[in-house]
């Protein structure tokens, strides 16, 4: 038996334990500290500028440097130790927000600087995301991967929730040099705190040249077709709900009866929801035989929720459509990257991560260009409504693909025990 399959053999039951536990407040802090500089940096480029443009081509910084470097990510993630990979990437992010907030404070701060910065943090992030997605298995039981992908979207959504209701007003009250230098601040101490994470090294990848690892890690996901199955749904879902999260905000603009307050209301419902949903997968694990229909169901839910809320004209009723949206869209995403965890062997895991972080992330330009253009001639409601309904149209047939039902069911922690 391997060291790593003794150390993985065991892991506490707990979910609360204290590797967990500091990875889940760093994250915490350092998503807070994002949100906030999104919010401020969205608004200081548009009072410098004034150019709308010019904030999509700053979006494309952020998104797509680290589309780019994904695969080789994964390959970084499998053959070196994970810790020291998260380590040094907040370290570098937090000392890049650190020098723009000082260049701000001083009054010497270019958009360049803000553009090279948006490319450093994409870079990083590529590397962080997966980085952390793979070391969730190591440190907590597969039983409780659920919870704790729960527990970290917990404090994903209620981070950035807070973050963009405060980022606003603490513009405003703070200006956006200090808005910055919380968001670097908030890396560096995500960064120190990983000190006191245990991350098992990951002793069986195979040592060989990159390009080499990368096809393994290609031909491992093509050759598993469940796995095949789930990353196309990951990328088609992102796809879709990207087209619907662009155009929600000017369905609330043209609107007259909704407008910019009704759309923060209705925002923060819909984020309501999901943060009830994952409050709810934190505390009850969900039976392996019972995954695909829950995940199936969760997906259809949400998209006849999303589609009645945006064609509703009580904004009451509207809301409640929304949240309940909100609430079945966590439970899909907790089944989903739970799955994945589970089935990816630990030699393969941040290849996988890294491939899905690809794909779905990959689209979101292409869904974002889509959406804007189609709306130019076709009704925004008609084109949400459309796109989710492709949504229901293509899960469906997915229960009844043998291979990828024996996928989702697997129960992967009586395999564990077993071996």
Not at 65 to 77: E, T, Y
Not at 184 to 207: A, D, M, Q, T
Request: net charge positive; hydrophobic share 55%; glycine share 8%.
């Amino acid at each position: 038996m391997s060291p790593e399959s003794s150390i993985i053999k065991g892991k506490k039951e707990s979910l609360w334990t204290t590797s967990f536990f500091i990875l889940w407040q760093g994250q915490l802090v350092s998503t807070l500290g994002d949100a906030a500089y999104s919010v401020s940096l969205g608004f200081w480029v548009l009072a410098v500028t004034g150019s709308t443009a010019l904030m999509g081509m700053l979006m494309a910084a952020s998104t797509l440097p680290g589309v780019l470097v994904s695969p080789f990510a994964g390959v970084l993630i499998d053959r070196h130790n994970r810790k020291h990979l998260l380590i040094l990437m907040d370290m570098i992010r937090g000392l890049s927000i650190v020098l723009v907030s000082a260049a701000a404070f001083t009054g010497i701060i270019a958009v360049w600087m803000v553009f090279v910065a948006g490319i450093i943090l994409s870079i990083c992030g590529a590397v962080f995301r997966p980085g952390v997605n793979s070391s969730v298995p190591d440190i907590v039981s597969t039983s409780k991967l659920s919870n704790a992908n729960a527990m970290l979207s917990i404090a994903s959504t209620g981070s950035n929730m807070l973050g963009n209701v405060a980022g606003g007003f603490l513009f405003q009250l703070l200006g956006a040099p200090f808005l910055f230098i919380f968001n670097g601040l908030s890396y560096l101490f995500s960064g120190v705190s990983l000190f006191f994470v245990n991350i098992p090294k990951n002793e069986n990848f195979n040592k060989q040249n990159v390009w080499k690892d990368m096809s393994d890690g290609f031909h491992f996901i093509w050759k598993l077709k469940g796995l095949r199955y789930l990353l196309l749904i990951a990328a088609v879902l992102n796809f879709f709900l990207f087209i619907v999260l662009i155009l929600l905000l000017p369905l609330f603009q043209r609107t007259p009866s909704l407008g910019a307050v009704r759309y923060g209301v209705a925002m923060a419902c819909f984020m309501g929801g999901a943060m009830a949903g994952y409050v709810f997968l934190s505390v009850k694990s969900i039976s392996p035989h019972r995954k695909l229909k829950l995940f199936i169901i969760s997906i259809v839910i949400f998209s006849i929720s999303i589609i009645i809320a945006i064609n509703q004209s009580v904004f009451v009723i509207m809301d409640i459509f929304l949240f309940i949206g909100g609430l079945f869209n966590s439970i899909a995403n907790v089944i989903l990257l739970s799955t994945v965890q589970a089935a990816s062997p630990r030699e393969m895991i941040g290849k996988v991560m890294a491939f899905m972080s690809m794909t779905t992330q990959g689209l979101t330009p292409f869904a974002m260009a889509l959406g804007g253009v189609l709306a130019g001639f076709i009704s925004i409601r008609v084109i949400i409504s459309v796109s989710l309904f492709l949504v229901v149209i293509i899960i469906i047939p997915f229960y009844f693909v043998k291979s990828f039902k024996k996928f989702i069911n697997y129960d992967y922690e009586k395999d564990i025990q077993q071996t």
